[in-house]
């Protein structure tokens, strides 16, 4: 009977926890990145990129804040260097230590070419600007009480005026693993004597 009680009261204290980490006023620090080589095109790509992520539980389960995009790609031909400021949403689902995650983003980056000296005959700009967008869904998984991986299939899109080129590994979809740290509100913290 003992194993019962202690099981039941284990199981109630991982589904506290896992809410506590995702009401409103908790903070969200972490990040995420990918990694895309394609082998098979003409250009051999290869692009690495990493998302430093920052925000606040608005409400419970939806968190409001920002990305820091950047991105390294290279080519046969070129280099590309991307950095941006990425607002998001995130909404939580579930009440598990595994919960759903869905994110909808979008934001201003910049982005710089190096080409090599045979390929830049068309004048193509060094630098420019561009809006980008996205959406994902995935798993967060909580460790503890502060700290969750995540899985997320997203699909970007970079909207460059130049040539396509220079889009890819900054649009389609790619499978992100994430850590996540998770701050609990002050006001919890105060009304919660444990």
Known sequence: MKKVFFTIFLFSCLIASAQAQTEKGARLI?????????????????????????????????????????????????????????????????????????????????????????????????????????????????LNEHVGIELMLNYDKANLSSNTFQSRGLTGITLNLGFQIYLSSVLSQITDPN
């Open 30 to 142: 972490g990040g995420s990145g990918s990694l895309y080589i394609d082998t098979e095109g003409p250009d051999n790509t290869t692009a690495l990129s990493l998302t430093p992520r920052f925000g606040t539980f608005v409400a419970d389960n939806i968190a409001l804040g920002t990305g820091i995009p950047v991105a390294y790609s290279t080519t046969d031909y070129y280099k590309l260097y991307t950095i941006g400021l990425t607002p998001f949403v995130r909404g939580y689902f579930g009440s598990s230590p595994t919960k759903l995650l869905l994110e909808g983003r979008a934001g201003y980056n910049r982005v710089g070419t190096n080409f090599n000296d045979d390929y830049n005959y068309m004048n193509r700009p060094d630098a420019e600007g561009y809006f980008s967008y996205g959406f994902g869904a995935g798993v967060t998984q909580f």
